[in-house]
């Protein structure tokens, strides 16, 4: 089943449905850069604009075959994204990041991965 799986995911990402998804994707979150950009935004704001765009893309979702593709984002600008590690023999904390993208595939209803 996963070989099945797998093949119809690449057909999926070879489509012109997925391509049009693309490029729209792609599109929207250009246009809400610029935007941010041009109001003078920080980064807080701009990755909250990135993330209310990926949020909103729920009318780009395509499927072919049996197999389904949207996208998801997870704002975690902040403490909560903190890890601690060695650097050049010194204890050091960062930032480990301000946006998750979570990509799915799921076949016939069933998230495979």
Excluded at 14 to 29: G, L, M, N, P, V
Excluded at 53 to 71: A, F, K, N, R
Excluded at 76 to 90: D, M, R, W
Aim: proline fraction near 1%; aromatic fraction near 14%.
């Amino acid at each position: 089943m996963f070989g099945r799986v797998i093949e119809r995911y690449l057909h999926l990402i070879k489509s012109d449905q997925f391509a049009k998804y693309e490029k729209e994707f792609t599109h929207r979150i250009q246009r809400g850069l610029y935007k941010g950009y041009i109001k003078g935004s920080y980064e807080p704001e701009m990755v909250m604009i990135v993330k209310n765009i990926i949020d909103e893309l729920g009318d780009l979702q395509q499927s072919v075959d049996g197999i389904s593709i949207s996208t998801k984002s997870i704002f975690i600008h902040g403490n909560k994204s903190q890890v601690e590690f060695e650097y050049y023999g010194q204890k050091t904390r960062r930032e480990l990041g301000d946006l998750i993208f979570i990509l799915s595939v799921v076949y016939r209803g069933k998230k495979i991965f």
